[in-house]
């Protein structure tokens, strides 16, 4: 028992080590090339604050959203490593099927980030333009932006764990008899 903790622990940490990795590079590059206002890597570049502060919150609620996402992948594999004989997925298939676990909380976040800020944009157009304020380094708009993309991602997680869950491949239990 002690052994497949260990196992299961050090999955855990070393999928939590690469995924960081790999999901701060990739929720980057996606929010920087779908910005179609201005050059968001321009402005970093320059030092705007606002900018800066609004692509921390889009990495950390990224994060947040594929975190749920991340433990249901460790589950599958402890369930995997503790019940072997009742698994009816392959390693091989497991890591397929966590890979696509993976990929949708991936897109879900992304979705998610991306009509967040552009539902915020239009709804608040009459007012002000935040690409706009954005651009000019007006760090409050920075600070209500972030603020927008992190509330979303606080709610959109706890779905994202939810498909995620139903999406697990359940072992078989055997059949239950139940009296007459």
């Known amino acids: ?7 299961v622990s050090i999955f855990e940490f070393l999928l939590s080590v690469v995924m960081s ?5 990739l929720t ?3 929010f920087i090339k779908a910005n ?9 570049k320059k030092g705007n604050t606002a900018v800066g502060t609004l692509v921390g919150a889009i990495l950390f609620a990224a994060s947040m959203i594929l975190q749920k996402g991340l433990e249901t992948v460790v589950s599958m594999f402890r369930m995997h490593i503790s019940a072997p004989g009742e698994s009816t997925v392959g390693l ?4 397929l099927i966590s890979t696509a676990h993976l990929g949708i909380a991936m897109l879900l976040a992304v979705i998610t980030i ?11 157009r009459a007012h002000m333009k935040p ?3 954005l651009q000019k380094g007006n760090m409050a708009v ?9 509330v979303a991602a606080m709610y959109v997680g706890e779905g994202v764990s939810s498909i995620s869950k139903a999406l697990v491949p359940q072992p078989s239990i055997g059949q239950i008899e139940i009296m007459q």
Do not use: H, Q, W
């Open 36 to 44: 179609p206002d201005f050059n968001m890597e321009e402005e970093i």
């Open 1 to 7: 028992m002690f052994n497949t903790r260990l196992l």
């Open 114 to 124: 991306s009509v967040t800020l552009r539902l915020f944009g239009k709804l608040v």
């Open 142 to 150: 920075g600070i209500v932006l972030a603020a927008v993309v992190l």
């Open 21 to 25: 990795g790999l999901i701060i590079y």
């Open 92 to 95: 091989g298939k497991l890591a």
């Open 131 to 133: 690409g706009v304020e």
């Open 28 to 30: 980057y590059r996606v």
